[in-house]
């Protein structure tokens, strides 16, 4: 692994979604861990981004020597409605230049403390695709347990169905997570 960069955190703009789409739109050409398909259209993933209620937040990497650059980015947002809204859900994003060199790991703890700091008492993962190692590992590393399996749920580009995993850690509790 590569030296992990120190990342600057910032709250998403809708302004900036021009910045965030080549990135979101080159991990969606994999089809290999998002749901959605290749040619979503820009209208569509900037919903997914900011839409009600979605908080995006930016992975800065500013080095000295050049301009700053968007490494990584998530979005969190309550899981389910009313009475589920104290559990939340989040999606990540690395750029995929910059993969295996900690910056998941940075969003994730980021991620984890925004939430915590929000109130919410859980994030639930709902589609973690079972073949997506580095990313199952990386929920473990930091508390995430597989508590649910659905079988064949998720049409991979290359490997066909494979399993999805619903993934979940408290908040307030952590070791009570599984």
Same mark, same amino acid.
């Given at each position: 692994?590569?030296?992990?960069?120190?990342?600057?955190?910032?709250?998403?703009?809708?302004?900036?979604?021009?910045?965030?789409?080549?990135?979101?739109?080159?991990?969606?050409? %994999?089809?290999?861990?998002?749901?959605?398909?290749?040619? $979503?259209?820009?209208?569509?993933?900037?919903?997914?981004?900011?839409?009600?209620?979605?908080?995006? *937040?930016?992975?800065?990497?500013?080095?000295?020597?050049?301009?700053?650059? =968007? $490494?990584?980015?998530?979005?969190? *947002?309550?899981?389910?409605?009313?009475?589920?809204?104290? *559990?939340? #859900?989040?999606?990540?994003?690395?750029?995929?230049?910059?993969? +295996?060199?900690?910056?998941?790991?940075?969003?994730?703890?980021?991620? =984890?403390? %925004?939430?915590?700091?929000? +109130?919410?008492?859980?994030?639930?993962?709902?589609?973690?695709?079972?073949? #997506? %190692?580095?990313?199952?590992?990386?929920?473990?590393?930091? +508390?995430?347990?597989? *508590?649910? %399996?659905?079988?064949?749920?998720?049409?991979?580009?290359?490997? +066909?169905?494979?399993?999805?995993?619903?993934?979940?850690?408290?908040?307030?509790?952590?070791?009570?997570?599984?």
């Amino acid at each position: 692994m590569n030296k992990s960069p120190n990342l600057s955190f910032s709250l998403a703009h809708p302004s900036q979604f021009n910045q965030i789409w080549p990135l979101f739109q080159a991990i969606l050409q %994999t089809g290999d861990c998002y749901l959605f398909r290749a040619d $979503l259209s820009p209208e569509a993933a900037e919903q997914y981004w900011f839409g009600p209620g979605v908080q995006t *937040v930016l992975a800065w990497d500013q080095p000295a020597d050049r301009d700053p650059q =968007i $490494l990584g980015f998530y979005k969190l *947002v309550a899981n389910q409605p009313d009475r589920g809204s104290h *559990v939340a #859900n989040a999606s990540f994003i690395v750029a995929p230049n910059h993969q +295996g060199q900690g910056i998941g790991y940075q969003l994730g703890q980021h991620c =984890i403390q %925004t939430a915590t700091d929000l +109130g919410y008492r859980a994030l639930q993962f709902n589609a973690v695709v079972s073949t #997506n %190692t580095p990313a199952v590992k990386l929920w473990q590393k930091l +508390g995430f347990h597989i *508590v649910g %399996t659905l079988p064949h749920a998720f049409n991979h580009a290359q490997l +066909g169905y494979v399993d999805l995993y619903v993934m979940f850690r408290s908040l307030v509790n952590p070791e009570s997570s599984g």
